[in-house]
């Protein structure tokens, strides 16, 4: 099982939660994850598509061939700006 942390708007398109619990097969990786979030979460799942959300395994930015493990710390980020 999986821990996927959202932030921002993100925890809107899934009843207000902020980490949601995805089941997973042994040797997933992220477009696995991303499958299963469209499938369950489908605006959320559009999102992540459209590469509009970044998923983010043990604080980088992970591509989407990148395995995981069930002790990665998996995070989803919108969209974000910011600068001088």
Same mark, same amino acid.
Do not use: C
């Given at each position: 099982?999986?821990?996927?942390?959202?932030?921002?708007?993100?925890?809107?398109? %899934?009843?207000?939660?902020?980490?949601? @619990? +995805?089941?997973?097969?042994?040797? $997933?990786? *992220?477009?696995?994850?991303?499958?299963? =979030?469209?499938?369950?979460?489908?605006?959320?799942?559009?999102?992540?598509?459209?590469?509009? %959300?970044?998923?983010?395994?043990?604080? @980088? +930015?992970?591509?989407?061939?990148? $395995?995981? *493990?069930?002790?990665?710390?998996?995070? =989803?980020?919108?969209?974000?700006?910011?600068?001088?």
């Amino acid at each position: 099982m999986a821990q996927v942390r959202l932030f921002g708007m993100l925890k809107t398109l %899934v009843s207000g939660v902020s980490i949601l @619990e +995805i089941s997973l097969p042994d040797g $997933a990786q *992220v477009k696995d994850l991303v499958d299963s =979030l469209h499938a369950q979460y489908p605006d959320l799942g559009e999102l992540l598509i459209q590469k509009k %959300v970044v998923v983010s395994v043990n604080q @980088e +930015i992970a591509h989407w061939e990148a $395995a995981l *493990v069930e002790s990665d710390e998996i995070a =989803l980020l919108p969209p974000f700006a910011g600068g001088a």
